[in-house]
């Protein structure tokens, strides 16, 4: 009988990049006919059915966080000390595992790019955070145990960071970018030429321009000022600006457009579900983040064929080429950021161009970057 392998994760109640991740490792573990443990809390709906998979939940719900990140810390090194296996992939914050998917990046390069843009206040407010504190000493013990086999990050950026901030032996570290669902937005790439003019009606949004499109929750963060500044020097171009996310500051947000005279060319469309419309009728994407590990709207909008403009602070930028997309090299030179919308103004979509920067994702599909891992895992167990 081939052995358990357990894995962890905190919460699988959300629907994002990690949950979905979570499900698709195990799957493929369990496809091989491993026995998989899944550690986690709360209620978890799996995404597929195997009599290899076993779920433990830990009955934890504290109103503060950094409670939750002791306790299922704890919950797991009693379980495993209990019942150990020789693999443990951890994808979340936790002390010990022979695995991590880094896929949250580095906690340290985080705060250190929020104390930047934020100033001296907020940094000296990390040192008081238990949260923050807590998430940097289960990470300093995650990456630096001499148990560790491999950690996975999605990002040569995030490589250097863990390099950067922590003392572990760099072949230890394996890289392998986020992948892209390339047969599910099969259909709506092929469409994305005949439904355009009358998605664009449907929106109340002008037919004939360039149209950018942002996405993304948290504005400030994901730099969303920035771009508007940016877009306020080129105005005189034809354009429109779609933005999507949620913010808890939108009206902050509405008096800068307000102030910058942008009124006519930037539309807040919220949360949404339904993103791969916007994908269908914008030109390109742009992600202006502070930091990204990995923004997966960068592969999704190459996969859709979209030019895609990014700071050089998301990991998804090591994955661009001159044909489908550029990089923006200063977020505080905002000469950097307009030279590099007025590129992506030069690389408006056509049914052409849109071919050929989907073509350039296709060998990231998501079960083939998943099967890296697993591989890499299993090769060496």
């Not at 081939?2 to 959300?14: E, G, P, V």
């Not at 859709?304 to 505080?332: Q, W």
Request: glycine share 4%.
């Amino acid at each position: 009988m081939k052995h358990r392998i357990t894995l962890f994760k905190s919460s699988l109640t959300q629907t994002g990049g990690l949950e979905k991740y979570t499900w698709q490792i195990a799957q493929r573990f369990c496809q091989k006919k491993f026995p998989v443990t899944l550690l986690t809390t709360g209620t978890a709906h799996p995404l597929f059915e195997s009599d290899y998979l076993h779920i433990v939940s830990f009955p934890i719900d504290y109103r503060l966080s950094v409670l939750n990140l002791l306790q299922f810390n704890r919950c797991c090194a009693q379980y495993i000390k209990k019942h150990p296996t020789p693999i443990i992939l951890g994808l979340d914050r936790n002390q010990f595992q022979t695995h991590i998917r880094a896929g949250n990046g580095v906690h340290a390069a985080y705060l250190n790019y929020r104390a930047q843009e934020e100033g001296v206040y907020k940094k000296l407010s990390f040192f008081f955070n238990p949260l923050h504190q807590m998430t940097l000493q289960l990470e300093k013990k995650s990456f630096e145990h001499p148990e560790l086999q491999t950690l996975f990050t999605n990002s040569y950026l995030v490589k250097q960071e863990v390099l950067s901030y922590y003392d572990i032996a760099p072949e230890k570290i394996q890289v392998v970018h986020n992948g892209v669902e390339w047969t599910v937005l099969e259909p709506y790439f092929q469409s994305w030429h005949q439904k355009k003019q009358a998605i664009l009606q449907s929106l109340k949004l002008p037919s004939s321009c360039y149209h950018f499109l942002f996405i993304g929750n948290n504005y400030r963060r994901k730099g969303l000022s920035k771009l508007l500044q940016a877009l306020s020097l080129i105005s005189n171009q034809s354009f429109h600006l779609s933005v999507i996310g949620k913010e808890y500051h939108l009206a902050d947000f509405e008096q800068q457009v307000s102030a910058l005279n942008l009124e006519s060319k930037v539309t807040f469309f919220g949360p949404r579900n339904d993103t791969y419309q916007f994908y269908q009728y914008a030109d390109s994407l742009v992600i202006p983040s502070f930091y990204d590990p990995f923004a997966n709207v960068t592969i999704e909008a190459l996969a859709m064929g979209l030019f895609v403009v990014s700071s050089a602070r998301n990991g998804g930028s090591e994955i661009l080429s001159p044909i489908t997309g550029t990089v923006i090299e200063s977020l505080e030179d905002i000469s950097s950021f307009t030279q590099a919308l007025h590129i992506a103004l030069s690389h408006p979509k056509t049914e052409e161009s849109a071919v050929a920067i989907r073509e350039s994702v296709k060998s990231f599909d998501f079960s083939h970057q998943i099967d890296c891992m697993v591989e890499s895992i299993l090769i060496n167990n």
